[in-house]
């Protein structure tokens, strides 16, 4: 899914870190002008789901195993604002990884500046709500991509 | 749950016409300075929900037995812009019934200028999203509200 | 900004149809599983701001001359449902072209299969919301690209 | 507003403690069924904007201004998840606050249980997003309430 010049919806995975390129539209901003807060966490989302299919993991399959990833904790910093028709850069690289969680550096760049950044912790679930240890196949399928 | 001087999370159910009051926030509005197009079909999905509630109808137990109402028709007419701390107010009215589907006028008004207006036809689907007949019961309860 | 083997950010504008591709998301979702039906209204927006960049038109172009393209009305037909993972593609048709507006048809499909179908007709006004004449200039580069 | 059995649009501000009553809709779900996780951070915003509206702070009166509220960090915690049909409260308390900035605790409860918690850091920022002081009367106002 790359193209030549650029990146596609499925982004890049290089030495550790994934990189999804989104244009900043209409709806990700607010009456400030600028990218309204909650919607970084959004394109950090993005990144994720992304940077899981480079690793071959999606979340159709998962979800027919009652597998859901969910956020724990995500600490925020808000450094800077997109405004519309920006491209932005969400970067996303895993910082730590246990049987049960994994923990993510990510941020959203636009050229060198960065907007925003954080750390993620991610857990898995079930439909119910309940706490999933993380199948062995997608621990070894993330450690190698 | 209905307060003295103002209406509450339900709405009001009066001569056959939902109103439901719905304040606009940042989240809401767009660079524009206005509220984003697509933030009106939202009002109006929360009037229709409260409007159920007011006939005794719970999304949840819809869940339950594998029923989901969705939107097949929604013809839309965006007729001015609410801008953030104003309080809208959506109404919503039944238009036409039938064995798979409701008809509904809605319309969104900031004090008695009308902001926008649709006409929507809904409809029953399961999760693998095949129309299903509404249940008897469900109908009765609406017709009696 | 075009790949070589598939579309990127921008979207092709061939024989008068643009066509973006987008994926579903998480954000994208509700509880029913499927894209959730205002959604299709973002999805298409998008489509629309990047038929605009391919004929060379940016929304700060237009703010910094005061000027934001509204959305008027819009007839919309929900097909049929897309979920977490899929690939979307909107396609972007010019229908209609005044001094005033502009009237464009819109789909989004999954492969062959069309999900949404939309006609919607497009105003320009300013910061105060007042109708504005959409400038000369612009209209050339829209019937031109 | 407020009514004489509930809490209405504005919440209820009292011993320090602002609380807003929530409904989850269609639009706040994810397809795991539960509320996606950035729109906590949307409910919060709701919690802050009732807070102010009652300390008799409008964002429209501040836009007149040049002022905008910006959020510069906000560590959340995901403690649980709300599904549809829920009512959500959101409490606010002031923790700290300074020339240039406020801490707020925030809150998301279904009855007794607590679902999100978060520590947010604002700051005042005009239309170029260069940071403002915050008005002395504004910092009275809250104070005050």
Redo the contacts between chains.
């Keep these: ?9 499925t982004g890049i995975l290089k030495d550790g870190v994934h990189r999804l ?3 900043v ?3 990700d ?6 990218v ?4 970084y ?2 394109f950090c ?2 990144g994720r ?2 940077t899981l ?1 480079c690793a071959g993991i ?3 399959d998962l ?1 027919a195993q009652d597998l ?1 990833f ?9 450094l ?2 997109a ?3 920006d ?1 932005v850069s969400v970067e996303t690289r895993l910082h730590q990884q246990g049987p049960a969680k994994f923990v993510l550096d990510q941020r959203v760049l636009r050229g060198e500046e960065v907007l925003f950044a954080a750390r993620v912790t991610l857990a898995m ?1 079930n ?1 119910q ?1 309940r706490p999933q240890r993380i199948p062995a196949g997608l621990l070894q399928k993330i450690s190698e991509s």
Tied chains: 1, 2, 3, 4.
């Design positions: 899914m790359m193209g030549s010049r650029g990146m596609t919806l390129d989104i244009r539209y209409y709806e901003t607010d009456h400030s002008g600028r309204y807060h909650a919607n966490l959004k989302e993005r789901s992304e299919k999606f979340h159709t979800a859901f969910v956020v724990r904790h995500m600490d925020c910093n808000f800077g604002a405004t519309i028709d491209v679930v439909a709500g």
